[in-house]
C-alpha cells in the first residue's frame, strides 16, 4: 500500500532548538494533515490544511500545505520535552487517508 | 464525552492462540479502521469497514480477520496464522465523508493494543 515519505526518519535536538520535517508524495493530496503520537498511544491531530499554499499555525506549530499540492512541512520552534514523539503526515484524497512513514523526534532536556 | 475505547491495554498470547482486541466507538462514525504499527514503523492497514456488515482487505489483511455487525464496534481477531503478531494495534474511525462544505475531517484514533505473543 501507499505510504507518504517523511524526512529526517528520526531527529534527535537539545531543548529549545527548532525542529523542521516534511512529507512528500508523488501524487496530489485535497488535504494534508499532521498528527502526532505519544509513546504508547493513539495518534492525535495536531494541524489540518486544506487549501494549497495555506499557512496555519497552533501555539509552536507551523503547517504548510504545499504549492504544488504534493508535500507538507510542519515546524516546531522551540522545543520542549514533551514534544517528543512519532510525527505522522497524512493525505486525504477521495475518503481514505494515506500516512507517512512517521518521524521520530527525541528532545534531550 | 465522544470518543474511541480500544481493550485491553496489554495483551499476551500463548502462540497457536486466537485472539480478539476490542474496539469501540461512541462518535457515531460510520468508518472504522485497524492499524498494525512495529516498533520504529509507520501505519499499515489491516482492515476497514465503511458500513455494517461490510468490510474491505487492507494491506496486511492476512492472518487477521474482523466483524462489523454494529456501527459501533469493530473487533480484531488475530489468529494463529498470523506468523508474527507481537506489534502495537491502533484502531480508528471517521465520518464516511472526509470533506464536506463546513470542513474536513481526519481520522480519531483509540489508545492502542499491544500484543505480545509469548
Known amino acids: 500500500g501507499q505510504q507518504l515519505n517523511q524526512s529526517p526518519q528520526s531527529m534527535f535536538i537539545q531543548e529549545g532548538e527548532d525542529v523542521s520535517m516534511n512529507c512528500t508524495s508523488s501524487?496530489?493530496?485535497?488535504?494534508w494533515l499532521w498528527y502526532k503520537q505519544d509513546p504508547g498511544e493513539g495518534p492525535v491531530l495536531l494541524i489540518a490544511l486544506y487549501k494549497a499554499g495555506e499557512l496555519t499555525s497552533n501555539g509552536r506549530l507551523t503547517a504548510q500545505f504545499g504549492i504544488t499540492r504534493k508535500d507538507s512541512f510542519l515546524n516546531i520552534s522551540a522545543s520542549i520535552p514533551s514534544d517528543v514523539g512519532i510525527y505522522f503526515c497524512?493525505?486525504?484524497?477521495?475518503?481514505?487517508?494515506?500516512f507517512g512513514t512517521g518521524t521520530l523526534l527525541a528532545v534531550q532536556p | 464525552d465522544g470518543g474511541i475505547t480500544q481493550s485491553p491495554k496489554y495483551l499476551f498470547r500463548k502462540e497457536g492462540q486466537n485472539v480478539t482486541l476490542s474496539c469501540e466507538q461512541n462518535l457515531n462514525h460510520d468508518a472504522m479502521y485497524w492499524y498494525r504499527q512495529d516498533p520504529g514503523q509507520g501505519l499499515r492497514l489491516i482492515y476497514y469497514?465503511?458500513?455494517?456488515?461490510?468490510?474491505q482487505k487492507g494491506d496486511i489483511a492476512e492472518g487477521y480477520s474482523v466483524s462489523r455487525e454494529k456501527k459501533e464496534s469493530f473487533p480484531l481477531t488475530v489468529t494463529s496464522a498470523q506468523k508474527n503478531p507481537t506489534a502495537f494495534y491502533l484502531c480508528?474511525?471517521?465520518?464516511?465523508?472526509?470533506?464536506?462544505?463546513?470542513?474536513?475531517?481526519?481520522?480519531?484514533f483509540g489508545s492502542g493494543t499491544r500484543l505480545t505473543v509469548v
Open positions: 501524487s496530489i493530496f485535497n488535504t
Open positions: 480508528a474511525s471517521s465520518p464516511l465523508i472526509l470533506a464536506t462544505p463546513t470542513g474536513n475531517y481526519g481520522y480519531t
Open positions: 497524512a493525505g486525504r484524497r477521495s475518503n481514505k487517508l494515506i
Open positions: 469497514s465503511q458500513i455494517v456488515n461490510d468490510f
